[in-house]
């Protein structure tokens, strides 16, 4: 999967789907500033891109998980990932809101899914792991065999790959961060002396310049 995670990082910095700006760092919603900022809705509007990562999402779950019987996408980014997924594979689609509706049903998983299905959670982005694995969380409430999750793209955070052992839920992804800073200085989109800057947030973003 190397090259593809190569593949995917050069395509996700060409559509500005990812921004590197270590000089002028984004801010956060949480708060943190970073010189990384990721948008992976973006690569829906490219139709090469996000054909690359639905058959690339595909082909990783059909050689890990043979027996997957439901695609699931956390809302709302990777609804149309899922979406595209699930065709792709032939396969039932639901997705997982952060919150249940406030009306009707109060739906928290939406579409139908019976107990003890084996199914796939599809994220577009990974960063502390906490939305991801919530929704991971309230497909095992409801009763649902979750075999992993799968991601386009982590910062690969520490507290990432903790979170997620401590869950006890597999977690693979498309492409990540080291890849990233690495194409992203071979192509000339950063410079080799940029390198230390974003290295050294990646190991703390929390408290990276603050």
Known sequence: MENIAREIARNLLQIKAIK?????????ASGWNSPIY???????????????????????????????????????????????????MGKPFVYVRSTPKLHGLENLIEGDLPEGKKTIVIEDLISTGGSSLAAVEALRKAGVNVLGLAAIFTYNF?????????????????????????EAIASGYVQESDLDTLQQWRKSPCTWRK
Do not use: M
Not at 159 to 178: E, I
């Open 158 to 182: 520490e507290a990432a790959r903790q979170n997620f052992k401590t869950s006890g839920c597999a977690c693979d992804t498309l492409s990540n961060y080291p890849v990233l800073i690495e």
């Open 20 to 28: 590197l700006n270590p000089a002028n760092p984004f801010t956060w």
């Open 38 to 88: 990721c948008d992976n809705r973006k690569t829906l509007s490219y139709p090469a891109v996000r054909k690359l990562i639905y058959e690339s999402f595909a082909k990783l779950i059909a050689e890990k998980y043979p027996d997957v019987d439901v695609i699931a996408g956390v809302a709302t980014g990777a609804i149309a990932h899922g979406i595209l997924v699930a065709e792709n």
